[in-house]
Nanobody, 125 residues
């Protein structure tokens, strides 16, 4: 199985940018569709973005379209989430996740089989 470690979170002012990284080990990420999900305090975990095995296709939560970009470097076994024009409502713990067997919807957290420990993103107003 694959192990995932996120990095790059932090505190940023509204309108700022952060780039999250997810480094994988144990197995090549080229075997997985990779996702980014987030969980704010008191809220359920929610989908943010996903990228298919080859990187040709990406999906986004409506509220982050045009601001966030997911990418992957299979040679480096790493997935990225570039976040621009950040808003206070983007504050959450961000998780990287790997989907081994597609079972219906990349938009559902239940789709993903392996998870990182998360990285905190805080956007101040």
């Amino acid at each position: 199985q694959v192990q995932l470690v996120e990095s790059g979170g932090g505190l940023v002012q509204a309108g700022g940018s952060l780039r999250l990284s997810c480094a994988a080990s144990g197995r090549a990420i080229s075997s997985y569709t990779m996702g980014w999900l987030r969980q704010a305090p008191g809220k359920e975990r929610e989908f943010v973005a996903a990228i298919t095995l080859s990187g040709r296709n990406a999906l986004y939560k409506d509220s982050v379209k045009g601001r966030f970009t997911v990418s992957r470097d299979n040679a480096k076994n790493t997935v990225y989430l570039q976040m621009n024009s950040l808003k206070p409502e983007d504050t959450a713990v961000y998780y990287c996740a790997a989907d081994e067997h597609y079972s219906g919807s990349y938009f559902s957290p239940k789709e993903y089989d392996y998870w990182g420990q998360g990285t905190q993103v805080t956007v101040s107003s």
